[in-house]
């Protein structure tokens, strides 16, 4: 599951909820295939684009710095792409008003691009043999003629990571590539040897939330809880249980389970944290950020603080992730 699933989730949730209070027999399955086949259509059909394109404000954000990230990678020498699964309209209109402001009146986003590719059919990109077609920007259409070579300020659909590799030669740890899919962006240019950048626009603020005197304390109780029952379990694993033993067993994990709730709540209040489950262990997103990112960041321009030619290296046997907050000893003695 990553970000894009929860407003589904929270969807299929209200339905099901509507039919619980209504009191109505329902199978969970047809509601699940319900809610997917609407959300599809809603993209497929366009609805989406337009309603974001109508009012651009209420759901774009203007960031000049991305922009200079951009240009500072142009300037280096880099040669930046772009691979979507939008459709042109909505790219071209969603970048001008990104990006308008702080360009020049004859500069073109497209400009900072040397291969544009919309409605590029991601994930089925990375493993489809499907090929390019150049789209007419004035005319809506696309020509017949084959495409075996990439030409600046042209637009291209759809096609295959095979024939990109092909045309562009650019191959293996040589391109980064930046996405916020967890299954979109980055699972398949990882498996093809790209490297791959995780935008996760929900880690500031949970890196916000771990730093946090409340919340080191609630997480320093709970690893305390954590060694004190296991060292209750350790104690009479061979001798009968008191009451005694129980009556602690039973506030031990009331403690612990009220450490968690407390944390949880420091996040999101419906989903808790995005790296860890209410356990403490490392979430489902958490581990397939490990497989499939080499590095995870909250914005793209976040890259501005190191120079391009930097070598970001985390170890092989790192157990956590690299953002998580070490509870420092000093603080457990403080609650001790």
Request: proline share 4%.
């Amino acid at each position: 599951m990553d970000f894009f699933c929860f407003s589904e989730a929270c969807l299929i949730a209200d339905m099901v909820q509507h039919f619980v209070d209504a009191k109505l027999d329902f199978d969970t399955s047809y509601i699940y295939h319900d809610v997917n086949r609407a959300i599809q259509y809603v993209h497929r059909s366009g609805l989406v684009h337009r309603g974001i394109l109508s009012d651009p404000p209420r759901y774009l954000v203007k960031n000049a710095r991305v922009l200079h990230f951009l240009k500072m990678l142009k300037e280096r020498g880099k040669k930046l792409f772009m691979l979507t699964n939008s459709p042109y309209y909505f790219v071209d209109g969603g970048m001008r008003f990104m990006f308008e402001e702080s360009m020049g009146k004859n500069d073109s986003w497209r400009d900072l691009f040397d291969v544009v590719i919309a409605k590029a059919n991601k994930p089925d990109f990375y493993t489809s043999e499907h090929p390019f077609r150049c789209y007419d920007t004035e005319k809506d259409t696309l020509a017949f003629s084959k495409v075996d070579t990439f030409i600046h300020n042209k637009i291209y659909y759809h096609g295959c990571l095979k024939s990109f590799l092909k045309i562009t030669k650019w191959n293996g740890p040589e391109v980064i590539y930046f996405g916020d899919h967890l299954f979109s962006d980055l699972r398949g240019p990882s498996k093809a040897g790209w490297r791959t950048a995780a935008i996760i626009h929900e880690l500031e603020e949970e890196i916000n939330v771990q730093n946090q005197d409340s919340y080191r304390f609630e997480q320093a109780k709970f690893h305390i809880i954590q060694e004190l029952l296991g060292r209750l379990h350790a104690t009479v694993a061979t001798s009968p249980r008191s009451e005694a033993y129980e009556s602690l067993l039973v506030e031990l994990n009331e403690e612990r389970q009220k450490a968690r709730s407390i944390m949880k709540k420091m996040f999101n209040k419906s989903f808790g944290a995005t790296f860890l489950t209410d356990t403490g262990q490392e979430s489902a997103f958490a581990y397939n950020i490990h497989q499939y990112a080499d590095v995870y960041t909250s914005k793209p321009e976040n890259f501005l603080l190191y120079q391009p030619e930097a070598w970001l290296h985390v170890p092989f046997d790192v157990k956590i992730m690299p953002h998580h907050v070490k509870v420092p000893a000093s603080l457990f003695r403080s609650i001790i």
